[in-house]
T-cell receptor, first 114, second 114 residues
Framework: AQSVTQLDSHVSVSEGTPVLLRCNYS??????LFWYVQHPNKGLQLLLK??????LVKGINGFEAEFKKSETSFHLTKPSAHMSDAAEYFC????????????FGKGTKLSVKP | NAGVTQTPKFRILKIGQSMTLQCTQD?????MYWYRQDPGMGLKLIYY???????DKGEVPNGYNVSRSTTEDFPLRLELAAPSQTSVYFC?????????????FGPGTRLLVL
């Protein structure tokens, strides 16, 4: 069965410094992996997705993630944090065995200090 | 397009009351989903639908019912509200051909059961 583990429940960075949000996955299939972002009191928005094409995936707002099969990881990075990046981030795997239903990690809350 | 809309935004229920959470999408998406989000947790799938007249259970269906009479609407029904159903509920949809994992989320309904 597919699952994702987000290794940090909370990450705090200063504005202008790099962001690293860590995610490991478990999947019996070649997985589809996603990062979604949720700003306070809002719905979720897709940041980026990996679907077995290029292993380095670029998303919106300067975020990118690298799929590493050998490490079963899909970490999210951004070179320089902005105050508007403060939000909750979810790593997600698609359960291909069940209509493409999504399986969510528990989330990482990103705080950005001025 | 309005995208995915949900009503109400917030509701307080007494134990044992019933209510329907409304979800509508105007993107002609055939896949629709209901999730609940509890504090410190990712989203858990309650029910999903692959098209009008077809629904299926997700990970946490107990205490809920759904129907899908049209492509646009996917209401979620709580028959006997319990404190354990206090949560934020998100509706989402996916385009045709859509086991892609790119789900479009509504803004959520915050439900408090007392």
């Amino acid at each position: 069965a597919q699952s994702v583990t987000q290794l940090d429940s909370h990450v705090s960075v200063s504005e202008g410094t790099p962001v690293l949000l860590r995610c490991n996955y478990s999947s019996s299939y070649s997985p589809s992996l996603f990062w979604y972002v949720q700003h306070p009191n809002k719905g979720l928005q897709l940041l980026l997705k990996y679907t077995s094409a290029a292993t380095l995936v670029k998303g919106i707002n300067g975020f990118e993630a690298e799929f590493k099969k050998s490490e079963t990881s899909f970490h999210l990075t951004k070179p320089s944090a902005h105050m508007s990046d403060a939000a909750e981030y979810f790593c997600v795997v698609s359960d291909r065995g069940s209509q493409g239903n999504l399986i969510f990690g528990k989330g990482t809350k990103l705080s950005v200090k001025p | 397009n309005a995208g995915v809309t949900q009503t109400p935004k917030f509701r307080i229920l007494k134990i044992g009351q019933s209510m329907t959470l409304q979800c509508t999408q105007d993107m002609n998406h055939n896949y629709m989903y209901w999730y609940r989000q509890d504090p410190g947790m990712g989203l858990k799938l309650i029910y999903y639908s692959v098209g009008a007249g077809i629904t299926d259970k997700g990970e946490v269906p107990n205490g809920y019912n759904v129907s899908r009479s049209t492509t646009e609407d996917f209401p979620l029904r709580l028959e006997l509200a319990a404190p354990s159903q206090t949560s934020v509920y998100f509706c989402a949809s996916t385009p045709p051909g859509g086991r892609t994992g790119t789900q479009y989320f509504g803004p959520g309904t915050r439900l408090l059961v007392l």
